[in-house]
Each structure stands twice: as structure tokens, then as C-alpha cells.
Nanobody, 127 residues
Framework: VQLQASGGGLVQAGGSLRLSCAAS????????MGWFRQAAGREREFVSAINKSGSSTYYADSVKGRSTISRDNAKNTVYLQMNSLKPEDTAVYYC?????????????????????WGQGTLVTVSS
């Protein structure tokens, strides 16, 4: 099973991007999924998470109100729509698969709880 992230790029402040993460394998709908990001010289931080069915989501305060996570289990894909982008959103964005059956904010925002990671996609926001 692999995760393939895409959709990053260079965008001006105030612009939008939609990141995608395609999963191989047949068990995608059995897992909650998350997005994390890592800026140069900084630790990896939580961005957003979505439960198996897509009915429940969490967001970091830094992106809340500007981002929307969604998933299409028929396409084995999770998305992160990011609007009103800021230079501080510049980072490599990673999608990941949760190892936990429980879906709560504390666990979803803790990156060791994810056991499979995509390769990352770079988002650069210019001022």
C-alpha cells in the first residue's frame, strides 16, 4: 500500500490550492487519514484529519476556516482544499494513514499515530 500526494506548487498569497493523496490497495475506507506539514527548519505539524467515512474532521487552528479536508472512498483519495493561503503556509505537505480506530483530535494530531506516509508535496506561498 502506498500514498501518493500531489497538487502542491507556487501560489501567491491569498490564492488557493487543492492537494490530493491517492492510496493504492483496497482498504482505504478502513482508515482515518491526516495531513501534516513541515516547513524548513521546523517540526512536522498537524494540519487536518478525517475519519473513515468522511463524516468527521479536525483542523489545526492555523488553517481552520481556510481549509477543507474531504475524501472519496470510491477513488481511494483524500483531499485538502486550502484557500486564502499565507506565506506561513509554505511547507512540504504530507498525507498519512492513521493506525488508530478511535478518531479524536488529540490522537489525530499526533503524528506517531500514523503508520503510512506519502512522499510529500511542496507548497510555496509568495508574498
Amino acid at each position: 500500500v502506498q500514498l501518493q500526494a500531489s497538487g502542491g506548487g507556487l501560489v501567491q498569497a491569498g490564492g488557493s490550492l487543492r492537494l490530493s493523496c491517492a492510496a493504492s490497495g483496497r482498504t482505504f475506507s478502513n482508515y482515518s487519514m491526516g495531513w501534516f506539514r513541515q516547513a524548513a527548519g521546523r517540526e512536522r505539524e498537524f494540519v487536518s484529519a478525517i475519519n473513515k467515512s468522511g463524516s468527521s474532521t479536525y483542523y489545526a487552528d492555523s488553517v481552520k476556516g481556510r481549509s477543507t479536508i474531504s475524501r472519496d472512498n470510491a477513488k481511494n483519495t483524500v483531499y485538502l482544499q486550502m484557500n486564502s493561503l499565507k506565506p506561513e503556509d509554505t511547507a512540504v505537505y504530507y498525507c498519512a494513514r492513521s493506525r488508530r480506530s478511535l478518531f479524536d483530535y488529540r490522537g489525530s494530531s499526533f503524528y506517531p499515530n500514523y503508520d503510512l506516509w506519502g512522499q510529500g508535496t511542496l507548497v510555496t506561498v509568495s508574498s
